[in-house]
T-cell receptor, first 116, second 109 residues
Framework: GAVVSQHPSWVICKSGTSVKIECRSL??????MFWYRQFPKQSLMLMAT?????????EQGVEKDKFLINHASLTLSTLTVTSAHPEDSSFYIC????????????FGEGSWLTVV | GQNIDQPTEMTATEGAIVQINCTYQTSGFNGLFWYQQHAGEAPTFLSYNVLDGLEEKGRFSSFLSRSKGYSYLLLKELQMKDSASYLCAVMDSNYQLIWGAGTKLIIKP
């Protein structure tokens, strides 16, 4: 079936540095991808909607200059956490909407970010 | 506003049946999803309902009533590995997913 690959699965970075997380749809095209953040024991929180070839739409309270999203192709979206701080440590999950069906959404495996 | 309600936690016995309910109020409706999420992992897709009725898939079934804004996920022959959080999500008129907070299901031997 359709697969969304997210990389890296785990990343540790120093405070003040930047880290990039990739989200790829492997066997379908995804005009729209979504980025979520989940803190321990909490529900998924949508951060932004990423549209291929245009600017991402950020949810209220999410800093667009801190969480840079690039959706340069129909199969790849990236999230860059800039100037990371320990409070950015979280589980980041992407999902991709299958352009062919427009409703089916598949999730990546998630990326654990720890900022030390 | 948009709202998805589901119980916070449920407990059931191995081998039994459990029903997890979800009620929703959203601006438009383009389907309801159920996802399973084990601790520390990304959610995995379980079911998608857009028409009223029951969809059966192995031990899992999902029901939808659009007029009542109501869905349930039915798990049969419960196994210990079914211990997880179950997330209900509705796709609104803008094709955005509105998430419930999830139901933590605890399976006891």
């Amino acid at each position: 079936g359709a697969v969304v690959s997210q990389h890296p699965s785990w990343v540790i970075c120093k405070s003040g540095t930047s880290v990039k997380i990739e989200c790829r749809s492997l066997d379908f095209q995804a005009t729209t991808m979504f980025w979520y953040r989940q803190f321990p024991k909490q529900s998924l929180m949508l951060m932004a909607t990423s549209n291929e070839g245009s600017k991402a739409t950020y949810e209220q309270g999410v800093e667009k200059d801190k969480f840079l999203i690039n959706h340069a192709s129909l199969t790849l979206s990236t999230l860059t956490v800039t100037s990371a701080h320990p409070e950015d440590s979280s589980f980041y999950i992407c999902s991709a909407r299958d352009t062919g069906t427009e409703v089916t959404i598949y999730f990546g495996e998630g990326s654990w970010l720890t900022v030390v | 506003g948009q709202n998805i309600d589901q119980p916070t936690e449920m407990t059931a016995t191995e081998g039994a049946i459990v029903q997890i309910n979800c009620t929703y109020q959203t601006s438009g409706f383009n389907g309801l999803f159920w996802y399973q999420q084990h601790a520390g992992e990304a959610p995995t897709f379980l079911s998608y309902n857009v028409l009223d009725g029951l969809e059966e898939k192995g031990r899992f079934s999902s029901f939808l009533s659009r007029s009542k804004g109501y869905s349930y996920l039915l798990l049969k022959e419960l196994q210990m590995k079914d211990s997880a959080s179950y997330l209900c999500a509705v796709m609104d008129s803008n094709y955005q997913l509105i998430w419930g907070a999830g139901t933590k299901l605890i399976i006891k031997p």
